[in-house]
T-cell receptor
Framework: DTGVSQDPRHKITKRGQNVTFRCDPI?????LYWYRQTLGQGPEFLTYFQNEAQLEKSRLLSDRFSAERPKGSFSTLEIQRTEQGDSAMYLCASTNRENEQFFGPGTRLTVL | QQQVKQSPQSLIVQKGGISIINCAYENTAFDYFPWYQQFPGKGPALLIA?????SEKKEGRFTISFNKSAKQFSLHIMDSQPGDSATYFC??????????????FGKGTKLSVIP
């Protein structure tokens, strides 16, 4: 069990640029979640995949955000035309059969 | 609308003491209540969890107490150690109907254990 991995760990970008983050879940987990965590707050749900299907999206996920999970393995989260308000930690989690969610280390995004 | 309220916001405990963090929830449909531990710059790590058919669960120095009628649950850390210094989040989840068991988190408690 190598755990959930995320890449990159840190990303600094200028406002208006596009960014893409990657998440590799635990290999036998077919369910995957993305969350966003701002400073001093708990993580907030963004979106959910079961295998390759994106089954649920939060109202937090504006049309500038898109997520994919091709072939039901790794997932990507893209933010287009980044804004300073997008600065946050983006967390990925995958779940076992008991619905326990295991988080990756996160990608810290800073938009200048 | 904050569905899970956590207190206190910060907590200082002496080494060897008991740390107690409380959470209250509003939605009676929640059916799974985990606690996560997060160190700076890291992702949250699952610590211990409970389901509402159980009033208490203990794993090592960590105990969850659950009061279904009061819609409250708490984390007790016995014999607190400096290495326990971290931010602790309570959470709750329910089946959304669309397939997910998304977690709703409290705002966190920053625990500092002093020697």
């Amino acid at each position: 069990d190598t755990g959930v991995s995320q890449d990159p760990r840190h990303k600094i970008t200028k406002r208006g640029q596009n960014v893409t983050f990657r998440c590799d879940p635990i290999s036998e987990h077919n369910r995957l979640y993305w969350y966003r965590q701002t400073l001093g707050q708990g993580p907030e749900f963004l979106t959910y995949f079961q295998n390759e299907a994106q089954l649920e999206k939060s109202r937090l996920l504006s049309d500038r955000f898109s997520a994919e999970r091709p072939k039901g393995s790794f997932s990507t989260l893209e933010i287009q035309r980044t804004e300073q308000g997008d600065s946050a930690m983006y967390l990925c989690a995958s779940t076992n059969r008991e619905n326990e969610q295991f988080f990756g280390p996160g990608t810290r995004l800073t938009v200048l | 609308q904050q569905q899970v309220k956590q207190s206190p916001q910060s907590l200082i405990v002496q080494k060897g003491g008991i740390s107690i963090i409380n959470c209250a929830y509003e939605n009676t449909a929640f059916d799974y209540f985990p606690w996560y531990q997060q160190f700076p710059g890291k992702g949250p790590a699952l610590l211990i969890a409970i389901r509402p058919d159980v009033s208490e669960k203990k794993e090592g120095r960590f105990t969850i107490s659950f009061n279904k009628s009061a819609k409250q649950f708490s984390l007790h850390i016995m014999d607190s150690q400096p290495g326990d210094s971290a931010t602790y989040f309570c959470a709750a989840t329910l089946y959304s109907g669309a397939g997910s068991y998304q977690l709703t988190f409290g705002k966190g408690t920053k625990l500092s254990v002093i020697p």
